[in-house]
């Protein structure tokens, strides 16, 4: 016999909105970073020069160069805290700029500077974000335990954070930077400073997220071996300009080098680079400036 079930429209939209949760994250056709053309200059400097490439959905991309290359600037560009002049970005299928605010919730972001409260505890500058972003009450509680245990925070929850060590708060922070389920995290020198232990202990715990949430990643790093360890493809930046972009096996290969380190020296050539000098900055003003557009 058949049997014909009529639902309310409303129903049918909870039954839709069930099946599309269902769906895996790699399901949608948009990568997670499409740039096209992205160019950044100040005062007639070319800091960006026309740079264009793709990340997919969960991949762990690195962005690589020597000092002043351009990192911090694309990564402000595409988290809408610096206006290119010209260009194109789609963030999870999303223009940034257009959609300011689709776009921010669906990232993450950790800078250079160290950005959170030292007069809080671990668990009120998880508690901010969560509010800051968000994230549903009765969600809140739990993912923030689960992301403290996961960067054995837990115990030290209701410390004050002036209290932590530099990798500690390296840890809270990236945690805070995965509280609200971003599809994208981006990582800009996150383990600068950082002793090798606290480094790879820091990757180990962003790689598992990575591969627990599928959440894309795009960081910055100086030091060769975690990009080689963590991710996927590798982009050289140098002058504002993509040099190349590849596995590191590719880069290595077409390089004819046998290390990362080698390859980046022959790609971006040994003088050495001036410091940032915009390296510095408060993120919280930054945070603030982002949010005030709202
Ligand atoms: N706000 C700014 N005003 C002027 N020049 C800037 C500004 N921000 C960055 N720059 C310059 O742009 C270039 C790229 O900087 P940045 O993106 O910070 O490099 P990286 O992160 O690769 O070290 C550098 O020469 C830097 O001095
Ligand atoms: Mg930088």
Not at 91 to 117: K, M, N
Not at 285 to 290: G, I, V, Y
Request: charged letters at 25%.
């Amino acid at each position: 016999m058949l049997a014909v079930v009529i639902f309310s429209r409303r129903k049918w939209r909870i039954i839709q909105a069930a099946f599309r949760r269902q769906q895996p994250k790699s399901m949608p056709p948009s990568p997670a970073i499409q740039v096209e053309n992205l160019t950044k200059s100040f005062n007639g400097f070319t800091a960006v020069k026309p740079i264009s490439f793709q990340v997919e959905r969960g991949e762990i991309f690195a962005f690589l160069g020597p000092n002043g290359a351009g990192k911090t600037t694309t990564i402000k560009m595409l988290t809408t805290l610096l206006r290119p002049n010209d260009g194109k970005i789609l963030l999870d299928g999303f223009d940034p700029w257009q959609h300011s605010r689709e776009a921010r919730q669906r990232f993450g972001i950790v800078f250079q500077d160290p950005s959170l409260d030292g007069e809080q505890t671990a668990y009120e500058n998880m508690e901010l974000h969560g509010i800051l972003y968000h994230v549903p009450r009765q969600e809140r509680a739990p993912r923030i335990e689960a992301l403290l245990k996961q960067f054995e925070l837990w115990e030290r929850r209701k410390d004050y954070v002036k209290t932590f060590s530099g990798g500690m708060k390296r840890r809270l922070e990236i945690a805070r930077g995965f509280l609200h389920t971003p599809g994208i995290l981006f990582l800009d020198e996150p383990t600068l400073g950082l002793d090798p232990q606290s480094r790879n202990q820091l990757w180990t715990h962003i790689k598992t997220l990575n591969q627990q949430e599928q959440t894309t990643v795009f960081l910055t790093t100086h030091y060769m071996d975690e990009a080689e360890r963590v991710a996927h493809r590798i982009a050289i930046i140098d002058h504002g300009a993509l040099v190349a972009i590849g596995t590191a096996a590719e880069l290595k290969t077409r390089t004819g080098t046998d290390s990362l380190e080698a390859a980046f020296l022959a790609l971006t050539g040994t003088s050495l680079r001036d410091e940032s000098a915009n390296a510095g900055g408060d993120q919280l003003r930054r945070f603030a400036k982002m949010w005030q557009k709202r």
